[in-house]
């Protein structure tokens, strides 16, 4: 037996043979071309079928992992169109009279070091991508096919790493899990991962050789272990662990389509929060009643640039109407903090939790927050969406917000594009400044959500980054409790419901302490809307 240490980034344990991703091999070799036309139009014609490869790919992704995720193959499209990387191209095959494959491998090594030795971590990232991108020409221009992924039974995949077009080609009804020598667990296999809900453990490094090809193999998820050739003894544990985690989620899917309702009869709704289109799957696999937080700064994180309102009214659309007429609560941007974006420009902060982030940023710069609220107002029409603003501290931030809605509205009356007029308008409560006056802001929105992250990081003082602090970070710790309970009660008195989208809601220690305080929601992580449901079940 072999045993291999790595980071899982999707838990549950998968059993079956490894099947190693292979790429057909291609040898590059310089040599000389009399007819540099020929050879020019030799290249344009693989790049032209390369780009068209890539639309077909952004057409399955969209239906297997949705749009925010399938924009990957848009950003690859760009790049093979992108004249710097062309006219190196055709610069190297005209000046030194050599072929294509030549051309694109030299230009593929040249950008990706380019890339891989910036400070930007984005740009560091495009390193790969322009890899993918040439080897989907190499292998046009060495008429070889795509790597091979066919499988004849279901099967651990095991690779150095996956790209993007690789994942999306895998026939998913045979994938028991993923295996990696390298990745990050916000990489590509790791989002298929989450969201097909099968095991995978990403960083095994070299010890997870291509040898293993064909071997039995133990896929560990919860501890990020791989078991290569397993004994007696190490099998039948882990068979014994996959069953038990199998009973777990048996007797959980029991509870589909029950009321969240305590045994006395007191009701709660139970949400999901997700960051991304592709998210949705596991919150209907999973029965929550609705979205009670859409991180749309993912949408920003995601992208090179701005994203236009078409490419989010077509996100915030297609979540609307894949929940079918079920609450969909969509969190204004709130970059900054942790959360940056290069493309925004932002000034380094000696404390970025307190300073320029979130509707800070919207209301000092209006066109990038007018381009969102057309796109919401506009995919409203679509499904029962509601609009939460983050990191709010005073009325008069309420009151700016409604002139710009109205503007919005005006702009797009005037414009004849459809839209709905009466959204349902939310505040996160997250600042201890929002919940002193949680009484007033009750008056002009129409319902709270509870950030408990950031509650809990302003009421106790604590950054909530620093790890050093982590014995001091108390969640539970009585004025945080305090607080919460002191917004459902101004809430409630206002006539207007209240509900958690922090993790805290999802600790199932503190659901009986939240069902006393009256709270109307709990929005949790897809994976956790089930064992909540339990416990809400159980409470008197």
């Given at each position: 037996?072999?045993?291999?240490?790595?980071?899982?980034?999707?838990?549950?344990?998968?059993?079956?043979?490894?099947?190693?991703?292979?790429?057909?091999?291609?040898?590059?070799?310089?040599?000389?071309?009399?007819?540099?036309?020929?050879?020019?139009?030799?290249?344009?014609?693989?790049?032209?079928?390369?780009?068209?490869?890539?639309?077909?790919?952004?057409?399955?992704?969209?239906?297997?992992?949705?749009?925010?995720?399938?924009?990957?193959?848009?950003?690859?499209?760009?790049?093979?169109?992108?004249?710097?990387?062309?006219?190196?191209?055709?610069?190297?095959?005209?000046?030194?009279?050599?072929?294509?494959?030549?051309?694109?491998?030299?230009?593929?090594?040249?950008?990706?070091?380019?890339?891989?030795?910036?400070?930007?971590?984005?740009?560091?990232?495009?390193?790969?991508?322009?890899?993918?991108?040439?080897?989907?020409?190499?292998?046009?221009?060495?008429?070889?096919?795509?790597?091979?992924?066919?499988?004849?039974?279901?099967?651990?995949?095991?690779?150095?790493?996956?790209?993007?077009?690789?994942?999306?080609?895998?026939?998913?009804?045979?994938?028991?899990?993923?295996?990696?020598?390298?990745?990050?667990?916000?990489?590509?296999?790791?989002?298929?991962?989450?969201?097909?809900?099968?095991?995978?453990?990403?960083?095994?490094?070299?010890?997870?050789?291509?040898?293993?090809?064909?071997?039995?193999?133990?896929?560990?998820?919860?501890?990020?272990?791989?078991?290569?050739?397993?004994?007696?003894?190490?099998?039948?544990?882990?068979?014994?662990?996959?069953?038990?985690?199998?009973?777990?989620?048996a007797l959980l899917e029991q509870l589909k389509g029950k009321?969240?309702?305590?045994?006395?009869?007191?009701?709660?709704?139970?949400?999901?929060?997700?960051?991304?289109?592709?998210?949705?799957?596991?919150?209907?696999?999973?029965?929550?009643?609705?979205?009670?937080?859409?991180?749309?700064?993912?949408?920003?994180?995601?992208?090179?640039?701005?994203?236009?309102?078409?490419?989010?009214?077509?996100?915030?659309?297609?979540?609307?109407?894949?929940?079918?007429?079920?609450?969909?609560?969509?969190?204004?941007?709130?970059?900054?903090?942790?959360?940056?974006?290069?493309?925004?420009?932002?000034?380094?902060?000696?404390?970025?939790?307190?300073?320029?982030?979130?509707?800070?940023?919207?209301?000092?710069?209006?066109?990038?927050?007018?381009?969102?609220?057309?796109?919401?107002?506009?995919?409203?029409?679509?499904?029962?969406?509601?609009?939460?603003?983050?990191?709010?501290?005073?009325?008069?931030?309420?009151?700016?917000?409604?002139?710009?809605?109205?503007?919005?509205?005006?702009?797009?009356?005037?414009e004849g594009i459809p839209f709905r007029d009466e959204v349902?308008?939310?505040?996160?409560?997250?600042?201890?400044?929002s919940v002193m006056i949680s009484r007033d802001l009750a008056?002009?929105?129409?319902?709270?959500?509870?950030?408990?992250?950031?509650?809990?990081?302003?009421?106790?003082?604590?950054?909530?980054?620093?790890?050093?602090?982590?014995?001091?970070?108390?969640?539970?710790?009585?004025?945080?409790?305090?607080?919460?309970?002191?917004?459902?009660?101004?809430?409630?008195?206002?006539?207007?419901?209240?509900?958690?989208?922090?993790?805290?809601?999802?600790?199932?220690?503190?659901?009986?302490?939240?069902?006393?305080?009256?709270?109307?929601?709990?929005?949790?992580?897809?994976?956790?809307?089930?064992?909540?449901?339990?416990?809400?079940?159980?409470?008197?």
């Amino acid at each position: 037996m072999f045993t291999i240490s790595g980071k899982s980034v999707f838990g549950g344990v998968a059993i079956g043979r490894i099947t190693f991703y292979k790429r057909n091999q291609k040898v590059i070799k310089r040599s000389h071309v009399d007819d540099i036309d020929a050879e020019l139009k030799r290249f344009h014609e693989a790049k032209d079928k390369a780009v068209s490869q890539l639309k077909e790919l952004h057409d399955k992704a969209l239906d297997d992992v949705g749009e925010a995720n399938a924009m990957i193959f848009e950003i690859h499209q760009m790049m093979l169109e992108d004249l710097d990387y062309l006219e190196s191209i055709e610069n190297i095959i005209r000046s030194q009279q050599v072929n294509a494959e030549f051309a694109v491998a030299t230009t593929a090594d040249n950008f990706a070091q380019m890339f891989a030795s910036m400070d930007d971590a984005y740009m560091q990232g495009r390193a790969a991508d322009v890899k993918d991108v040439s080897e989907r020409v190499l292998d046009i221009l060495c008429g070889v096919d795509e790597g091979v992924h066919e499988m004849t039974e279901p099967c651990i995949v095991a690779a150095d790493d996956l790209a993007p077009s690789e994942t999306v080609q895998l026939d998913k009804s045979k994938v028991l899990g993923f295996a990696t020598m390298h990745g990050s667990s916000n990489s590509h296999t790791a989002i298929l991962a989450r969201t097909m809900n099968i095991p995978a453990v990403i960083g095994l490094g070299e010890d997870l050789q291509p040898s293993f090809d064909g071997k039995m193999a133990v896929l560990d998820g919860f501890t990020g272990t791989l078991y290569v050739d397993p004994d007696e003894e190490t099998l039948a544990q882990m068979q014994e662990k996959r069953q038990k985690d199998l009973d777990q989620k048996a007797l959980l899917e029991q509870l589909k389509g029950k009321d969240n309702v305590t045994k006395s009869g007191q009701r709660i709704n139970v949400y999901a929060n997700i960051g991304n289109v592709s998210d949705v799957g596991a919150v209907l696999k999973n029965d929550a009643g609705g979205i009670g937080l859409f991180r749309s700064e993912f949408l920003y994180l995601e992208n090179s640039t701005f994203p236009t309102e078409d490419q989010q009214f077509s996100v915030y659309k297609q979540v609307a109407e894949n929940m079918a007429g079920k609450k969909v609560i969509i969190r204004t941007l709130d970059i900054g903090a942790d959360k940056q974006v290069d493309y925004f420009g932002l000034d380094k902060e000696e404390n970025p939790a307190l300073g320029y982030r979130a509707i800070r940023i919207c209301l000092t710069r209006p066109e990038i927050f007018k381009t969102q609220l057309r796109a919401l107002y506009r995919a409203a029409m679509y499904g029962n969406i509601s609009i939460m603003f983050p990191m709010i501290i005073s009325v008069d931030e309420i009151h700016r917000i409604k002139a710009i809605i109205a503007e919005v509205k005006a702009e797009l009356k005037e414009e004849g594009i459809p839209f709905r007029d009466e959204v349902e308008l939310g505040v996160m409560i997250e600042t201890p400044a929002s919940v002193m006056i949680s009484r007033d802001l009750a008056k002009e929105v129409d319902f709270f959500s509870v950030g408990t992250n950031d509650l809990t990081q302003y009421t106790l003082a604590i950054d909530r980054q620093n790890s050093k602090l982590d014995e001091f970070y108390d969640p539970h710790h009585p004025a945080v409790l305090a607080m919460i309970r002191m917004a459902a009660e101004n809430a409630h008195a206002e006539g207007k419901w209240i509900g958690i989208c922090g993790e805290l809601g999802a600790d199932l220690e503190l659901t009986e302490e939240f069902l006393k305080m009256g709270l109307d929601e709990l929005s949790v992580s897809p994976s956790m809307v089930l064992p909540l449901r339990k416990r809400i079940r159980e409470c008197e």
